[in-house]
């Protein structure tokens, strides 16, 4: 047995070099250099962590991928429940009529607009404004993230318009600025 | 739920078994409308989920309420087309509206999905 | 309710920011594709912790519901691994102050490592290695429950010593001392193994 006590002849301990470990910290970090008994110590304890992450590997490959049945079965069990988000309201015929569009259905008609371009994906997006007010200006703000090299101005310029047109069928909403920001560059999958 | 004191015919107190079943096909009719959701929001009636698991049956689709001989209406939908899903939530209202007449309702249709 | 299959493919190739950004905007599609990404770590992590195949699968749907819930209170959608996995840490532990207090028998048809043997498809050269893990996971089962707690959740899961304190409701320093002890204990046994 290489270590009968915690403490190490040269007067450190194994929990203090297990801490140094995780936090870069230790009393007189020059010591560590020059004494073998610390030395080989870590070493032990690198070495330990290093079969930990091959446990990890082994455990991670025996829980199987995200797409298999497993996973499929537990989403299918989750009901995600839309989010509504606040409540738009539409102009109905009847006065006793009452019509509203969610914010949420809008956010999702957004996403959609921007997945469906070749090259891009939407991230998060914010109406701002008072949506629950009929006429009051609003403003879109939409993340995108973009695959190298597409020429994101023009991307922009486009989604811009299509979000525009889009809008302007399917909400009573009055846009008055739609802002893209580009927020990842994403590499071309093989 | 207790009858009004005052109703002024007995058969506008209490919404005909039935009636909840045909404003749903009138709604899935009109073009345009994808889905019925839950009148009432899965969050919301937690209990009524747990029941209707039990009991096998399931949630209503169409919200129906009677206050004073007014038939209140809720519809959750989903919108899939081309057409402006805002027209589309105000054909389901008046669909609705005429289907129930000489009835008075009052009308909530909430657009939750537009798209695909 | 998801998107398209074309849509669904791209999503797996977004950042997981992106993704946890629209998710708390109310995207399932986008919740989807994170809870696949990261859920084997996340079964792995659960199943080390509660030792239960059963369970395990229990805290991951659990865990799922309460992060769709709770999305838009995450701050910073980077960290969206990190706080999937202290979700996972929680739930496993409730779980196994639940068993505990039910005194259930031990199902060894449902124990973790009941199934698992050195992979006969393992090349050869991996062999030793596999073997190696094996007689990791034996000296683990045989540690003290609070310290195979803390080294799972700095190992698996790359807590801090704080994060790791908060999961388990007991002190920094004592989650320092655990670890080490559990450390200690399991380089000495694969001293001795070699
Ligand atoms: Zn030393």
Known sequence: MNYPRDTLECGHSLAELSAYLDTGQIADPAHLDSCPECQAGLASLRKLSALGSELLSSDVADAGSGSDDWMQSILDNLRLELRPGRSIPLQSVHPDDTLWETEGSISALIRSVVDAHPGTAAGKCRLHGDVTTPGTLITVEVEIAVVYGHSMEERADQLREELARTLATHTELAIEAINITVTDVLEEQP | MTEPLEAAEPSASTPPTGVAEELLDVVQSVPGVSAVYPAQPLWQSIAGAALSAVTGEPLPLIGLTDTAGTLAVKARIGVSTPRPAPAVAREVADAIRRHLLPRAAA?????????? | MTGSPAAQHQLDLVPDALLAGRAADGDTAAFEALARRHGPLMRATARRLTGSLADADDVVQETLVQAWKQLDSLRDPAAVKGWLLRIVGSRSIDYLRKRRNHADLDDAENHVDQHTRPRPEDPEGNALSSSRVEALKAALAALPEEQRRCWVLKEFNDQSYEEIALTLNISPDSVRGRLARARITLARRMEEWR
């Open chain 2, 107 to 116: 009308v909530e249709v909430s657009v939750v999905k537009v798209g695909s």
